[in-house]
């Protein structure tokens, strides 16, 4: 009875393993040599430098920057179980409420999406946040890209920030950027 049971187990874990669709995500091995060979992505006329990665997240800063001590970011997130850019800013939205942060979701009909836009505050900055997405035609899933810029605030003000329309509409028309596959 156990074989028996043993076999069904393993029969039905095989079959599953056939019938499992294969998400797509970053390679680990090709993110640790763009970290090494320091591979980059342009924006803004900078070169952005790979510097942290998962398998649906890479994150690149500029030269002079780091992971831990960063004034402007890029990222490029895989929304691989979502089909529409709907979908995935839904999936963007819904972390924003439940982290209760005020967002403002914009249409741009010029350039033909739609995008969101979010400050995080800090004591000593203020963070802008902005993402748009791309739904690949070659791929089930969905390419987030988001600009993240610091602005340091001086006597409680943030210096800079009154430019940060001009920071998103920069990257807004930034069509594509480059990424680690």
Not at 4 to 11: D, F, I, M, N, R
Not at 40 to 55: C, E, H, I, K, S
């Amino acid at each position: 009875m156990k074989k028996v049971l043993l076999s069904c187990v393993l029969a039905v874990g095989l079959l599953a393993g056939c019938v499992q669709q294969k998400v797509s995500s970053f390679s680990s091995v090709s993110q640790q040599i763009a970290f090494k060979q320091s591979a980059f992505t342009t924006f803004d006329n900078r070169a952005y430098l790979f510097v942290y990665g998962t398998p649906t997240l890479n994150e690149y800063v500029p030269r002079g920057e780091d992971i831990s001590n960063w004034q402007n970011l890029l990222a490029v997130e895989l929304f691989p179980d979502y089909t529409s850019i709907t979908e995935a800013l839904n999936a963007v939205i819904f972390d924003l409420n439940e982290q209760q942060i005020s967002y403002q979701v914009l249409e741009n009909k010029a350039l033909g999406m739609t995008s969101i836009n979010y400050v995080l505050q800090t004591p000593t900055a203020a963070e802008l946040n902005v993402w748009k997405f791309e739904k690949p035609s070659n791929w089930r899933g969905v390419i987030g890209y988001r600009m993240a810029k610091k602005f340091q605030k001086v006597g409680g003000i943030a210096q800079g920030f009154e430019n940060k329309q001009y920071y998103i509409n920069q990257f807004l028309r930034t069509r594509t950027i480059n990424f680690i596959h």
